[in-house]
C-alpha cells in the first residue's frame, strides 16, 4: 500500500512532503497574497510564517506537502488528522501563489490527493472551509463534494473571528464513480 505521505507526480506538479528546504521558498510565496490571510484560519504572512511552518510540520496524523509546478514552488497543501480506524482525512491548510489561481491548477492537485487518500484506504475525505471563502467552497463543490452541513462557531480564528465552517465531503464510492465519468 502507498504511504500517504509521499511524493505525487502528475506531470508537471509535484507535491514532495514539507521539509526544511522548502522553507524560504514557501515564505517568499506565502508572501505574494497578503491580503488573502484573514480569511484563513492561521495566517501565514511573513510576521507569522516561521510558527506556522513549524507547527504544520511538527503536528500528530498530518502530511504537509509543498506543492510544486515545473520544479518550482507554488504553495502547499495538507492531509490532516489522520485517524487510520476512522479511516477519514482532510485535505486543508492549502495555499497557492496568486499566478496558478484560476486555472484549473487546484483541481490537479486536488485530484492526485484525492487519487492517493482513497487507495490508501480512506473511505471519506473531509474539506473544512470558512463559510465566508466563496472561492474555496466553490472550488471544493466542483470536485464534487457534498455540503455536510455547517459547523456554528466551529473556531476562532488569528484575526480573532469566530469562525462558522463549512463542511464538505467525497466517500471512496463517490470519487470512483466521478473519476470514471
Request: proline letters at 4%; glycine letters at 8%.
Amino acid at each position: 500500500m502507498t504511504d500517504l505521505g509521499a511524493p505525487i507526480e502528475a506531470g508537471d506538479i509535484r507535491l514532495e512532503p514539507l521539509v526544511e528546504r522548502h522553507r524560504a521558498d514557501l515564505k517568499a510565496a506565502c508572501a505574494q497574497d497578503l491580503e488573502i490571510w484573514p480569511i484563513y484560519g492561521t495566517s501565514w504572512d511573513p510576521d507569522h510564517f516561521e510558527a506556522q511552518f513549524d507547527s504544520l510540520r511538527g503536528r500528530d496524523n498530518t502530511y504537509p506537502f509543498a506543492v510544486l509546478k515545473d520544479g518550482k514552488l507554488v504553495g502547499m497543501t495538507a492531509f490532516l488528522g489522520h485517524l487510520p480506524a476512522r479511516q477519514t482525512i482532510e485535505i486543508g491548510n492549502t495555499y497557492y501563489v496568486p499566478a496558478v489561481r484560476g486555472t484549473g491548477f487546484n483541481r490537479r492537485v486536488k485530484t492526485m490527493l484525492l487519487d492517493r487518500a482513497f487507495a490508501c484506504g480512506i473511505r471519506r475525505v473531509e474539506f473544512r472551509v470558512d463559510d465566508r471563502n466563496a472561492r474555496s467552497k466553490a472550488a471544493v463543490r466542483k470536485l464534487g463534494a457534498n455540503q455536510d452541513g455547517l459547523i456554528r462557531a466551529e473556531r476562532i480564528t488569528w484575526t480573532g473571528h469566530v469562525r462558522d465552517t463549512a463542511l464538505f465531503s467525497i466517500l471512496a464510492e463517490e470519487w470512483r464513480n466521478l473519476s470514471a465519468a
